[in-house]
């Protein structure tokens, strides 16, 4: 079992521009959760994807979308990037509603760095 | 006031020593989760309790529902578990702790 992975691990970008992070999740898992991580500071939540439709979201703007997939993988966009936006990306899967599993597992994580 | 709030923020201690952190939460749940962040941003889930008490080799996580409150301990603590320990709590997303900053000096 591979686990939760996520793509790149490192990404850098430019103001402005528009960045796409993916995620794969635990095999069994139907739920992908997103966090944003700067450096420093606790994880925040951005959404939740299950059933291929958002079923939660933290205080995000709209620059931040997503979107799941058949098969459960999820990607995380983000347009016109500010630097604030530079942060660790974390994404995690589980099964809660389907299996009532609240186990979390995480991915690695995206490293951003917006310049 | 924060939803979910650990105690202390930092801690600094020699091998060996116990070490305990503490969380409390004001929410509702269905699960509370003990992570580990090391330096470099890897997040490993350690815990998950709903009731009880788990162990896990030299960490023991305990939860009080009717209080609120749940203990991370670590015994024979070790330079290797030197990293951040997060409490969050499961409300149909997790709600975080701000984490514990945990330091042992050899």
């Known amino acids: 079992d591979a686990g939760v992975t996520q793509s790149p691990t490192h990404l850098i970008k430019t103001r402005g521009q528009q960045v796409t992070l993916r995620c794969s999740p635990k095999s069994g898992h139907d739920t992908v959760s997103w966090y944003q991580q700067a450096l420093g500071q606790g994880p925040q939540f951005i959404f939740q994807?299950?059933?291929?439709?958002?079923?939660q979201r933290g205080n995000f703007p709209d620059r931040f979308s997503g979107h799941q997939f058949p098969n459960y993988s999820s990607e995380l966009n983000v347009n016109a990037l500010l630097l604030g936006d530079s942060a660790l990306y974390l994404c995690a899967s589980s099964s809660p509603w389907t299996s009532g599993t609240y186990e979390q597992y995480f991915g690695p994580g995206t490293r951003l760095t917006v310049t | 006031k924060n939803e979910v709030e650990q105690s202390p923020q930092n801690l600094t201690a020699q091998e060996g020593e116990f070490i305990t952190i503490n969380c409390s939460y004001s929410v509702g749940i269905s699960a509370l989760h003990w992570l580990q962040q090391h330096p470099g941003g890897g997040i490993v889930s350690l815990f998950m309790l709903s009731s009880g008490k788990k162990k896990h080799g030299r960490l023991i996580a305990t939860i009080n529902i009717q209080e609120k409150h749940s203990s991370l301990h670590i015994t024979a603590s070790h330079p290797r578990d030197s990293a951040v320990y997060i409490c969050a709590v499961w409300d149909y997303q997790l709600i975080w702790g701000a984490g514990t900053k945990l330091i042992i000096k050899p």
């Open positions: 994807y299950y059933e291929e439709e958002e079923r």
